[in-house]
């Protein structure tokens, strides 16, 4: 009915309703034109997966050469490898972090001396601004084995030092602390704001019925942010494939030791990248990636929307 | 409704957030493409007859760090430039640490620069030339632009810079030792009953006192050594720099190529090492580590320091400086060979395929390289202040603070016919040793092996070649420095990598080209 009404209207119609929106369509296109600078517009380098780059061609004067681009991913004998560290990486950043954010935020409502509540999310805010390349001296600085904290630490104890540059086995623990100490005040705000969006006169009643603080907790706030949770999820499953460039790069830098448990696709595309300044490789790599988050947000919103159709993204 | 417009709220918060942490970066980027467009204000001039009437500047790229006075010295480079050529060179620097990162990103991120250092296997060159970065310098235009540079540069070294039939890089031209001495801390040596280092045995037996004594003697295991005492070499062009597959140099009659994981002597090597990293000879976090090279020795962190004897050198009299009683000396601990010179492009200058003023920038290389003035302003720095020259070839050091000798990235115009030598007033121990070491190394060229010109060109085989190299570092550095749990599982393993990365394809075209290039030179 309303797509008949505006076919009448025509061209005049729609000015009219520029005009009549364009404080609201003012406010729209700082995201429009931001998004379509910054993520459409560089998608065009996607042809680069397709060609065999030389600088001097750039990326529209190089020739085509069909698939080869793809075929180094899966020459390397480490596709399966990285493709799963990326992926079980993320599930874990996931997991972990939704649910310590979501905790950290019921906490932070919980604590009613106002002042203490400011600093502690303050200080958990603080890391979010903290560079990956200084973590990565940070965490050099703690793990070293001749002068790290932690091995004085461990000895002073008592205990054998431990070297971590050669265990790799440590490593996925060291990395999923340093993401969520670097990410749980920031993603936290969200939750927050939800948190503060919940009507009051919920909790009243609660009380009134007799609930106590944690099926307050439980019954009451959680499932009233379930809505936001479940955007945020989905919002990071489209981004599963894609490993934390900066992190992974930062903290393990170019031990090879340490690979086989810290390797990500990301990683993997970069040594291609700067070693033999392959780009066309880099950039078939990028869009397998895209390819693949793509497929999974389709797959796992159709199934979230299945569960309740309002949770669903799209 | 409810739900929805929750759902929304939370869509826009992080949207949001996100638009406001990639912010930062887009204002970045945005700016700096900004800059590098609004450079490109030169023109190309016509080709054909030399036509400086236009002015231009020329940005060149070096490798290193930017000395205290390295812009002063340049400033006086830039007057004689600009009345000579009517053109002025402003410098960048890629330090150290970050070269093998940003180098090709000058390339594909659109830089507008006009002249750039190179080097064969160290310096990016053959990568570089397969991706078509550099411009070509074709016979006639290397007689046109730059005749000086054309009669001083020996032919062989010319064909040492040639892929495919094409020189994309003006080579130095010195004989500059491509062997590793030790700089080594003379306290402990004697401390330990060390007396000398001249072989492998030595060098071990003292990394092993080292390591006894709770001292670290390296920042990792001496590789090199190891094969060059076997009269091995890399290969240039070749995976991982070279080290993956090597030929013995010091026999000319021999031109096979060796795989070291076809070879016992790397199996051997990686065992020797796992003992001595387990005793301690090196930290556990070598790989990890963000030292520079010479920090080991210079901290007192290690024993020793190897690297080439100008650099051991100069890292050696700063240690005695700061340190008399350490007393550093320099030891070859790969005595028993004859010594290889350096091919030609282990130093070089090329141009930006891109540059708009190749022209300008060749005649620019032609007085940096046989101008000298020029080329000893880029040595040394100026006169009166770092330094003073005595008698036509010689030159003295006033101070080594703000600029330092051949410590400015001026290796691509090293140029042997105008080459001054230092003259030293007060001389020190380490100056003989240098001395001595330097004339009995001359006095023991080893013979011209084929393959010490020969190139490896990947263009066919780019897959394999990404694939090897990205695959390597998990395997290769943490065997070559003994940090693996199991060394035989780990040569295992690499093997394995490597065969499914296509190593033998690379091998293959590789003895197809040798054996062409043989051809070609007969």
Same mark, same amino acid.
């Given at each position: 009915m309303t797509g008949k009404v505006k076919q009448k209207s025509g061209v005049k119609g729609f000015f009219k309703k520029v005009y009549k929106y364009r404080a609201f369509l003012l406010m729209l296109l700082p995201g429009v034109l931001y998004t379509l600078i910054f993520a459409y517009y560089p998608m065009t380098g996607i042809v680069l997966a397709f060609k065999k780059y030389t600088y001097a061609g750039g990326i529209w004067g190089s020739k085509w050469n069909g698939f080869e681009n793809f075929k180094f991913f899966f020459q390397s004998g480490q596709a399966g490898l990285v493709t799963r560290n990326t992926v079980l990486y993320n599930i874990a950043f996931i997991v972990i972090n939704t649910v310590t954010q979501i905790a950290v935020a019921i906490l932070l409502t919980e604590i009613h001396n106002k002042h203490f509540r400011k600093v502690s999310q303050s200080i958990m805010f603080l890391p979010y601004f903290i560079s990956w390349v200084i973590v990565g001296v940070m965490a050099f600085n703690i793990f070293s084995s001749d002068y790290g904290f932690m091995n004085r630490l461990i000895t002073a104890f008592g205990g054998e030092p431990i070297a971590f540059y050669t265990t790799p086995k440590a490593w996925p623990f060291i990395l999923m602390f340093f993401n969520l100490w670097k990410g749980v005040g920031y993603g936290s705000v969200m939750y927050l704001a939800a948190i503060m969006g919940i009507d009051t006169s919920i909790y009243e009643a609660a009380q009134i019925d007799g609930a106590?603080?944690?099926?307050?907790?439980?019954?009451?706030?959680?499932?009233?942010?379930?809505?936001?949770?479940?955007?945020?999820?989905?919002?990071?499953?489209?981004?599963?494939?894609?490993?934390?460039?900066?992190?992974?790069?930062?903290?393990?830098?170019?031990?090879?030791?340490?690979?086989?448990?810290?390797?990500?696709?990301?990683?993997l595309a970069f040594r291609a990248l700067v070693t033999n300044q392959n780009f066309g490789a880099s950039a078939a790599i990028g869009l397998f990636q895209s390819v693949l988050c793509f497929i999974t947000v389709l797959v796992v919103n159709k199934l979230v929307g299945l569960y309740d159709r309002d949770y669903s993204l799209f | 409704m409810k739900k929805s417009m929750k759902k929304a709220a939370a869509l826009t918060l992080s949207a949001v957030m996100s638009t406001g942490l990639l912010a930062g970066c887009g204002g970045d980027s945005g700016s700096g493409t900004g800059s590098a467009a609004g450079n490109t204000g030169s023109t190309g001039s016509s080709g054909g007859a030399i036509d400086t009437s236009e002015h231009v500047d020329l940005k060149m790229y070096l490798l290193g760090d930017r000395t205290p006075d390295?812009?002063?010295?340049?400033?006086?480079?830039?007057?004689?430039?600009?009345?000579?050529?009517?053109?002025?060179?402003?410098?960048?620097?890629?330090?150290?640490?970050?070269?093998? @990162?940003?180098?090709?990103?000058?390339?594909?991120?659109?830089?507008?620069?006009?002249?750039?250092?190179?080097?064969?296997?160290?310096?990016?060159?053959?990568? @570089?030339?397969?991706?078509?970065?550099?411009?070509?310098? @074709?016979?006639?235009?290397?007689? @046109?632009?730059?005749?000086?540079i054309w009669d001083v540069v020996p032919e062989v070294a010319w064909s040492q810079a040639k892929i495919d039939g094409t020189a994309y890089m003006v080579p130095n031209y010195q004989n500059e030792f491509g062997q590793d001495v030790i700089a080594v801390r003379g306290d402990l040596m004697e401390k330990y009953g060390v007396s000398q280092i001249t072989n492998w045995d030595e060098l071990i037996d003292f990394y092993k006192k080292c390591g006894a004594d709770g001292q670290y003697a390296s920042q990792g295991g001496p590789w090199y050594q190891y094969f060059q005492a076997q009269g091995y070499t890399i290969t240039g062009g070749a995976p991982k720099g070279g080290e993956l597959i090597l030929y013995n140099t010091q026999d000319p009659s021999n031109l096979d190529f060796t795989y070291i994981l076809d070879w016992e002597g790397f199996a051997d090597y990686c065992?020797?090492?796992?003992?001595?990293?387990?005793?301690?000879?090196?930290?556990?976090?070598?790989?990890?580590?963000?030292?520079?090279?010479?920090?080991?020795?210079?901290?007192?962190r290690t024993a020793g320091m190897i690297w080439n004897l100008g650099s051991c050198r100069n890292y050696a009299e700063q240690a005695n400086k700061e340190h008399p009683e350490w007393n550093v000396a320099l030891m070859d601990p790969v005595a028993n060979q004859p010594k290889k010179v350096n091919s030609y492009i282990n130093n070089g200058m090329a141009i930006n395929v891109n540059s708009q003023n190749p022209e300008r920038a060749m005649m620019v290389l032609n007085e940096f390289y046989t101008n000298p003035t020029i080329n000893d302003l880029t040595r040394f720095g100026i006169v009166g202040k770092h330094w003073e020259p005595v008698g036509d070839d010689q030159f003295k050091v006033i101070t080594t603070e703000g600029y330092g000798v051949d410590s400015n990235c001026n290796w691509g115009w090293m140029n042997a016919e105008i080459k001054r030598t230092e003259y030293k007033e007060d001389r020190t121990a380490l100056d003989d040793t240098y001395d001595a070491m330097l004339a009995s190394w001359e006095s023991n060229i080893k013979e011209e092996h084929i393959y010490d010109g020969f190139n490896f060109d990947s263009t066919n085989v780019t897959v394999q070649m990404a694939a090897v190299d990205?695959?390597?570092?998990?395997?290769?550095?943490?065997?070559?420095n003994g940090l693996v749990p199991d060394v035989d599982k780990a040569l295992e393993d690499f093997r394995n990598a490597m065969e499914t990365a296509g190593i033998r394809d690379i091998i293959a075209e590789l003895e197809k080209q040798a054996a062409e290039y043989v051809e070609s030179k007969k």
């Open positions: 106590n603080v944690f099926q307050r907790i439980f019954k009451v706030t959680i499932p009233m942010i379930m809505p936001t949770t479940i955007t945020l999820f989905l919002l990071s499953v489209g981004g599963i494939f894609k490993g934390n460039f900066d992190m992974f790069y930062n903290l393990v830098g170019n031990n090879g030791l340490l690979y086989n448990y810290t390797d990500v696709i990301d990683t | 390295f812009d002063e010295v340049y400033a006086e480079i830039n007057k004689i430039l600009e009345e000579k050529l009517n053109c002025s060179v402003s410098v960048e620097f890629l330090g150290w640490g970050e070269h093998d @990162t940003k180098y090709s990103l000058l390339f594909s991120g659109g830089e507008d620069f006009d002249l750039i250092f190179t080097a064969s296997s160290w310096g990016h060159y053959e990568p @570089t030339v397969a991706m078509g970065g550099f411009y070509p310098l @074709t016979e006639e235009f290397i007689q @046109t632009y730059a005749p000086d065992h020797q090492m796992k003992e001595l990293a387990d005793a301690g000879c090196w930290s556990q976090d070598v790989l990890s580590s963000g030292d520079e090279r010479q920090t080991g020795l210079l901290t007192g990205a695959v390597i570092p998990t395997y290769c550095d943490p065997l070559i």
